[in-house]
């Protein structure tokens, strides 16, 4: 369970969200989402390219999300 | 600055092949995200009206065509019958990426007809694409998804949209929720 100032933070940034034109918060919000979205591809591309690792992926991803994920083949 | 996240333009190149073969709603995480919740996310979920076999091939050919990868499979018979028509979503990425994922299902109750017929776009995210509804998501936030992300996602869509929510259309959406899937 997260903390009090946790959910303060939510509040906080969502308050800033709504009452800032969104250039403003796109410009601070943007590059978080990018660099994960960047830093999780390059992962998954090192990680594919280990020994094992294209299964790791496949049972990384079958965690994320159960069912959704095809059974492993090759 | 850019005006486009790298989810913001997955999200529109994908819906501006897909929209041509069926209506649609993105959903879930994507729609907080979009209104600037601040967290990260490997996937975007969208629903569209239920197709026939043969309609779902021609788009899924047209997003292939078009540099969109399925992760289950590339034959659309199969990703018909052993995914969409039993419920489950399949997940599109683009060629030679591994995230993000678009989530792709059918829609599979009057619920997610309902999600459909009342689908908006939105101009606070600056994207034109059709969500659905902010009280839908919070419903489905609240009462049926309920871990700490979704209830935060909830919690940022309440004050950014303060004094605009139709309480009244949330608590409907919760019925309709508590009968179709928490039976």
């Known amino acids: 369970m997260r903390d009090k100032t946790h959910t303060q933070q939510i509040e906080r940034w969502a308050r800033f969200v709504r009452d800032n034109p969104r250039k403003v918060w796109k410009g601070e919000q943007g590059p978080l989402i990018d660099s994960q979205i960047s830093m999780a591809n390059r992962f998954y591309s090192r990680l594919e390219k280990v020994l094992g690792g294209k299964e790791k992926i496949r049972r990384l991803r079958r965690l994320g999300k159960g069912p959704h994920v095809p059974p492993a083949s090759t | 600055m850019k005006d ?50 043969s309609e ?78 902010i009280e839908m998501n919070i419903a489905f936030k609240e009462e049926l998804l309920r871990s700490e992300k979704d209830m935060e996602d909830a919690r940022h869509l309440r004050i950014v949209y303060e004094g605009k929510i139709n309480e009244a259309e949330i608590e409907k959406i919760k019925r309709m929720i508590r009968r179709l899937r928490l039976r």
């Open chain 2, 4 to 53: 486009k996240t790298v989810l913001d333009t997955f999200a529109m190149d994908f819906v501006r092949i897909a929209e041509k073969h069926a209506k649609y709603a993105i959903v879930s995480g994507f729609v907080a995200i979009a209104h600037g919740r601040s967290r990260g996310t490997e996937d975007v979920d969208i629903i569209i009206e239920r197709i026939s076999r």
């Open chain 2, 56 to 133: 779902f091939a021609k788009m899924h050919e047209d997003l292939e065509k078009n540099g969109f990868d399925c992760i289950q499979s590339s034959y659309p018979n199969e990703l018909y019958e052993e995914y969409l028509s039993k419920g489950t979503g399949i997940r599109y990425v683009r060629e030679g990426m591994h995230i993000p994922e678009m989530e792709l299902r059918l829609s599979k109750d009057s619920l997610d007809d309902y999600q459909l017929e009342t689908r908006k776009k939105l101009p606070f995210t600056g994207l034109g694409l059709y969500f659905s509804s």
